[in-house]
């Protein structure tokens, strides 16, 4: 395994690191989670993501019960919630939104159901235009202090937004946000490329990448369109294809059907080249893998192993066959 | 329900909120206290407000065995305490203001009596001129720290003394108060309306407002005047009438008439459109019920049916009829 | 009972308080502590001061089980210790100063003797030339914020040394002390009417004072000059002796014995007459009682009364007859 | 024993100290190590050393046990920890290095294994060039802001980072690092007396120095050369070697020799003279001394008899025959 620092900071990540986001509590039962985080865990990945969101709190009680099995040993792993995730309905008011309540409140059940006593890596899972950004970074300042949380950061925040906390943090002399977990794929490179690009000088920042593979668009499984299979085509996942297709869906699946036809040229599976073109941007911290399978998993895990055994050529004609 | 962010802050609190004021650990029993909360929260009610001072700590008693009771999910409802009713006779003198020692010491009374490991709210029931603003900022923001209130606020305080305590904790990087808790009614608006306006953009304010019927004045029970019934002719109350019916008695129940036979002219009870009066003024964040019967709290409730039923002409008749 | 605030802050202290110095754990054991502390709280005393240093630990010890037994209310009494009484001996090198350690360590164990969890007022009982006053300063701030401690000060300070804990608790945001112990009666007055002058306005000092009666000068049971009995002749109080009668001893018990001769002549007893000139001093918060016998404690106690009874007339006596 | 001030600090060590490197859970069984804490304990020393890389925490088991089943007075010994040895390997990536996470939780496994509330000192063991000072500064004051930690320090950082250190504690109003761990004796004196000279007045910074005996070099064992005996000839300590005897191998050797003849014409054996040279230094604020035998500890602790019978002419001449 090779291993990255979160930005600036001194915390040494897997570079591929593994979610429980859509699969744990739903697809993926107790046992093959458990199977699958002692994989990982053998494979060198030493941080686990999870949200309060996902599966209501089921994936993280499955992977806080899964670590607790396996033994791993608490300095060696690194394991995160989220707080919020934007539009989508938690049951009360109380219950949503990053007001110091919600942030303080959905970091005790996540520790609870994780089964630790603090949290390595605690996001913004989305921006609450509701809640004061000073509010935010004080409940999490808080977190901090009292040793609840070490790191906190945000998910899809604009760059704006990220640095206005940073400028309250520094005003209020509070611990800033380390790092931001955005989309990053082939098909949706912007906001880590161009948006977020002069904040990694300024601030450090560290990114924690997700849907690598554009939620399955770049395995080729929707080459021939959204079907009836596959998240995409699931119900309440209409957001994330109107987000991973976005405006041009066609044009969109073309470029899939491009990069998995090079991928059959150079030998190699889709996935691992998908992982590993996200691995070749020196601001990502490390790439999130999501599996329902332990098959699943070891291909993906292959990544690294492309990444050593492809030259600049071939990653160049990568970005030529699959330009926007 | 409708919800309303409390001020600035990014807390959502129910447009209407059931408080504990003069009912609970006096006339309202354990039974009725229960069964009222829980109507109450079957409605959409998410916030429950206190203080020490009611029924000298049985109100909180009372409450927060019927929370327990009721198990309302901690990270749905909103609880609070208030420390130092002013002029009130506490038995000791360390036992009352705003200093330090009773500000700590009336938080954790209060956690005890509430059953809880935090308050969502904690007021300043009224300003203590004996002690520096900054010492009570300091002790607030102290307990902010360790995790045992989220949001501090203040209780009939001038907008010269909120205004000294933003000022002191913009300075000192302290938490600063968040709401104020006022009276506000038809016949007692001055306060919210003028007195505060500057404070709602300059510090994001929000208000729990007490007391929309002014003490029941509104719902036309006192139209022949103070007799012997009713809470403003109770003992120990003389305080509490000269606040409501101030200098011109006569002058405020004669207003009062006109109120409740304008309600009767809109075929509506007095209560609810008293109430819903208060909602329309976007600064209120909530306004706090109080009811000694499960009946009355259900019309107290009917104030947002109310509000969306009456139209601009109707409210315009409402204010030329009561203008003082 | 009369209280006052503790300077300019919001604690109200009787005025009149009881101390545990060269008493309790010696000449007073357990069960005539109880009493008098019982009488004493009858009386409306409402602080109860100590010390590590006083008979080791053993006088704290005492009094936590004294308070514990009468079950008073936490909420209603104060209670202090104190770390660091100069050059007596303490056991080992991490034992005595003012560096954060003993700081520290003094704090827990005062808590674990007066069975309590917090001290109200926590003094540095002594300066300390070989640690920073910003270290104390620290230390003593990290202790209020964890809860432990809620006002901290000093005793015998020199009023440089109490203006640069404040400067320090200014630039650096830490909390600074609120109140000085220091040596005041009609004998010894110079630190506290001159020296501190300029700290009651410019800090809002508060006072707890000592040795109301000179260490029993003023009693008149020197007036014969120190032999055999009383405290002053005791072993191991040497610099008590060297304290309280200084270069000009026989100049002292002068005025000592025309102090005893006015109380004669006004019919008080020299005692209360003592400890009410004391309280004359609007500077005064407090003035502490020592007392090995309950009559003795009833009698002091009855120096308020002698406050209300004497006129200026006979004030601006004493002040001629003890002139120094 | 003499004692002496942590740098500007209060706290009190003693001169000499006893560390568990190297031995503790090595060479040095448990029975050993109590004998040899109980014999130091006698003798006056008051500060036990360790870390969490020495004998990969066995060391550290080996003293917290020992100092339990000894009882000494929590408030009479101090007791250290550090986090992060540099290049040598821990197992995982987070388990290195002085990100947060890793200074937080080996903090926590050291006050377990050490059996202990607290840590009196808390050392970064190496500079960490991949994690930021300030992520460092920020999690050590944390620790202090808990209690967990008192004061807070670096070994062998150089004098810019030491600096860099103050710099953001005062920019950022956190607890600044007390003191430096650094290599001091004879043969290593220039980090000591050049590098930090500026940083003796400036921050007041105290040191506990390691290795007086330069790895038994200035005993006379390696006279002869590095054979198979000693620890810099054993598996594992080739970085050490390197350290203490650097490029000019012979140089040393030959200074060496020259260091215990000497020792001879003094009539004097050289360990507790190469001990006594630095407690010369005014700088130093302990001496740790480390001992596989209670014989060779009790020899070690002569150095302050050296001490005191030296005069200044002797010292010359010492200065003199091992000029480097």
Redesign the interface.
């Known amino acids: 395994m090779q ?1 990255r ?1 979160l930005g ?7 570079a591929l690191s593994f979610g429980a986001w859509v699969t744990f509590g739903n697809k993926v039962g107790r046992g093959a989670a458990r199977e699958m985080i002692a994989a990982a865990w053998d494979h060198g990945v ?1 941080f686990f993501d999870n949200a309060e969101a996902y599966a209501n709190g089921e994936a993280e009680r499955v992977m806080g019960d899964a670590i607790a099995d396996l033994r791993l ?6 394991v995160s919630s989220k707080v919020f995730f934007g539009a989508v309905r938690e ?12 942030v ?3 970091c005790h ?1 996540a520790l609870r159901r994780l089964r630790v006593d ?1 949290l ?1 890596l605690y996001f913004c899972h989305r921006p ?1 235009p ?3 950004i000073e ?2 970074v ?1 409940a999490m300042d ?1 977190l ?4 609840k949380v ?2 906190w950061g945000t998910s899809e925040w604009s760059a704006a937004q990220i640095r206005e906390a940073h400028k309250i943090a520094r005003l ?2 509070l ?1 800033p946000p380390t790092m931001e977990q955005p989309q990053y794929n082939l098909l949706h490179r912007e906001r880590v490329e161009l948006e977020y690009a002069p904040l990694y000088a300024e601030f ?1 920042m560290g990114t924690t990448v997700w849907s690598p593979l554009a939620s399955g668009l770049l395995t080729g499984k929707y080459n021939n369109g959204v079907r009836s299979e596959g998240r995409l085509a699931q119900d309440g996942y209409g957001w994330l294809q109107r987000m991973v297709i976005g405006e041009s869906k066609e044009r969109r699946i073309e470029r899939a059907r491009k990069f998995t036809a090079l991928a059959r040229e150079l030998g190699l599976a889709p996935a691992p080249l998908a992982i590993a073109w996200c691995l070749r941007n020196p601001h990502v911290s490390t790439v999130m893998l999501g599996a329902s399978r332990a098959e699943q998993l070891a291909e993906n895990l292959e990544a690294l192993a492309v990444l050593e055994r492809l030259d600049d050529a071939a990653w160049k004609r990568l970005e030529a066959a699959t330009a926007a």
Chains 1, 2, 3, 4 share one sequence.
Not at 73 to 78: A, K, L, V
Request: charged fraction near 30%; hydrophobic fraction near 15%.
């Open positions: 291993y620092r600036s900071s001194g915390l040494q990540l897997s030493n040993p608490r300095d060696g792993f690194c049951p009360r008011p109380t219950q949503k939104g990053l007001s110091r309540k919600h303080v409140d959905a059940d603090y390595d609450d509701d809640t004061p509010e935010t004080r808080g901090v202090q009292q040793g070490l790191y209020r002399n611990q450090g």
